[in-house]
């Protein structure tokens, strides 16, 4: 019989944390999907751009576009890139709380606010339901404070 499973070892013990077949796939799914939205725009303006940009913005498109290669080497290793889907959880969250709501008590949202708005908390929502929280526990904050 096929094994449902996957594994892989928690680095602090090295017990075996088990991940469901259909969670890794899922996981590609979500990091196929933020390769395909951010590669062609942001590789497309670093191949071909239409005018100079000034330092902030090249740096913002450089990063979104390295940061869907993370997405498509995510495809191939799920487990091992989950730190790119907490980056874009933690970035989310943090543009919300940094960006969103003080423009929101200002009084100063705009559509481009507002949309954005929707995609992050549509990031999110799809990051919690997807990240697998055990192996993020196990690998990243069970032994965080101990010296080895």
């Known amino acids: 019989m096929k094994e449902n499973f996957a594994t892989t070892t928690d680095s602090?013990?090295?017990?075996?944390?088990?991940?469901?077949?259909?969670?890794?796939?899922?996981m590609r799914g979500l990091f196929f999907l933020n390769f395909i939205s951010l590669a062609f725009d942001n590789w497309s303006i670093i191949f071909f751009p239409e005018e100079q940009m000034?330092?902030?913005?090249?740096?913002?498109?450089?990063?979104?576009?390295?940061?869907?290669?993370?997405?498509?080497?995510?495809?191939?290793?799920?487990?091992?890139?989950?730190?790119?889907?907490?980056l874009q959880l933690l970035y989310k969250l943090a543009w919300i709380i940094g960006t969103?709501?003080?423009?929101?008590?200002?009084?100063?949202?705009?559509?481009?606010l507002n949309s954005f708005l929707w995609v992050c908390i549509a990031g999110i929502i799809l990051n919690l339901l997807i990240i697998p929280w055990?192996?993020?526990?196990?690998?990243?904050?069970?032994n965080f404070l101990k010296l080895r």
Request: aromatic share 18%.
């Open 100 to 112: 969103y709501l003080p423009a929101k008590k200002a009084g100063m949202l705009d559509e481009d």
């Open 54 to 86: 000034d330092t902030l913005a090249g740096v913002t498109i450089s990063f979104w576009a390295a940061f869907s290669l993370l997405n498509l080497f995510g495809i191939r290793f799920p487990l091992k890139f989950i730190p790119i889907l907490l």
């Open 12 to 26: 602090a013990s090295d017990n075996y944390v088990r991940v469901p077949k259909w969670r890794l796939h899922v």
């Open 134 to 142: 055990r192996i993020v526990y196990s690998e990243y904050f069970k």
